[in-house]
């Protein structure tokens, strides 16, 4: 069965074409599936009959089932667990800011990378989302909420350049004027550090903003949480930092999540802006979110602003980021590929 949803335009018209279609139906196809985002072949009504009951045939339409919604009562955060044709399930959270809402998507079942302070890779890998399933949770939540997203982040589950070129084909997809016509400015992408998966994104030259995990300003604290840097050291994956933002133009964000011991004092501060001294680049802090299988501590609010002053005292523009949806498990590294979800709930 072949999913329609992941077809770009001029592939949807070979495919109609092949079918015995002529040219101009591939793009009314596309509007139904990326404009008017129906789920339904009975819906496509400016379409055959004969067509539809052949794509209801041979064809489906990648969905994302909703099996679970939490909503957050501090802040309104959406979490989702959505199950996938197959029965797999991914979560997705929206979170409603002051200039619109934002989604996180997951771009994997399950994650590779074995980051120790992330629930997203505690179950395993399974496989790649296909662009439509990653495409599906935008269009899902956006129906269910009733509500235009206007930002997408692809901070859930799974690592998004491990899954390169479904992830490029829902960026073109998801940004298609034709379809839900998202800015590529309003884009985010975060990576843990896949060094060839950055020059390759170097390489499309995109507007969207790429964010990196670091988490550590060396690599003996780095190999203690983050095994990729075994493949990709901090002087290999700064190498591809600086070479992405000079040929891009565009800033990198480092994620550093503070963990309480770990990688949080003033001298980690200091080692980190060394790090980045010169670079096009934003910090985000995150106090480490807490992840029921791990005992990692989240560092004190006194200390993450002594952190905060270190990067502003060397001219690093960083910032502590926000933490929504902590009732429902929703933040940074608690997403996962579904067991146990809202588990915790009352
Ligand atoms: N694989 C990609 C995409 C996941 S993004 C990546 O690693 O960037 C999710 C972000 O949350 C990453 O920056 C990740 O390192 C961070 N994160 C994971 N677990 C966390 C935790 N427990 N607390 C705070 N941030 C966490």
Redesign the pocket.
């Known amino acids: 069965m072949t999913d329609l949803l992941s077809f770009s335009l001029p592939e949807l018209e070979a495919f109609l074409t092949s079918l015995g279609e002529k040219r101009f139906v591939a793009s009314q196809l596309f509007r139904w599936l990326h404009y008017q985002r129906v789920t339904d072949f009975d819906e496509m009504t400016n379409l055959s009959k004969q067509l539809r009951e052949k794509l209801q045939k041979n064809c489906y339409i990648s969905g994302c089932a909703i099996e679970k919604k939490l909503v957050s009562v501090y802040d309104s955060t959406v979490k989702y667990l959505f199950s996938l044709p197959d029965g797999e399930r991914i979560e997705s959270v929206v979170m409603q800011y002051k200039y619109g809402y934002t989604i996180c998507v997951s771009s994997q079942v399950g ?1 590779k ?1 074995g ?1 120790t ?4 890779g505690i179950a395993g890998f399974v496989r790649n989302l296909l662009p439509g399933e990653i495409l599906a949770q935008v269009y899902t939540a956006a129906r269910d909420l009733d509500v235009r997203i206007s930002h997408i982040v ?3 589950v ?3 350049l491990d899954n390169f070129d479904n992830v490029l084909r829902f960026l073109s997809l998801v940004t298609d004027e034709n379809g839900y016509n998202l800015s590529m400015r309003n884009i985010s992408l ?3 550090g896949v060094v060839p998966g950055i020059y390759r994104l170097m390489e499309e030259k995109l507007q969207l903003t790429l ?3 670091l ?1 550590a300003p060396n690599d003996e604290i780095r190999l203690r949480t983050m095994p990729v840097n075994k493949r990709w050291p901090i002087e290999t994956l700064m190498k591809a930092c600086r070479a992405y933002t000079k040929e891009t133009g565009r800033r990198i964000s480092f ?1 550093y ?1 503070l963990i309480s011991g770990v990688n949080d004092s003033d001298e980690n501060a200091a080692e980190l802006a060394m790090l980045l001294r010169g670079m096009l680049c934003h910090v985000n802090l ?1 106090p ?4 029921k299988e ?1 005992d ?1 501590v989240r560092s004190q609010p006194a200390r993450i602003q002594s952190f905060l002053r270190v990067l502003e005292q060397h001219h690093i523009n960083a910032t502590v980021r926000r933490t929504l949806g902590s009732d429902i498990n929703a ?4 997403l996962r590929r579904g067991e146990g979800v809202g588990s915790n709930q009352t």
Request: charged share 10%; glycine share 10%; net charge negative.
């Open positions: 994650c990378m980051c302070f992330c629930a997203s692809m901070m859930g799974g690592e998004p975060s990576t843990c964010s990196v995990s988490h994620e999540a995150i480490v979110n807490s992840v791990r990692y933040s940074c590294g608690q």
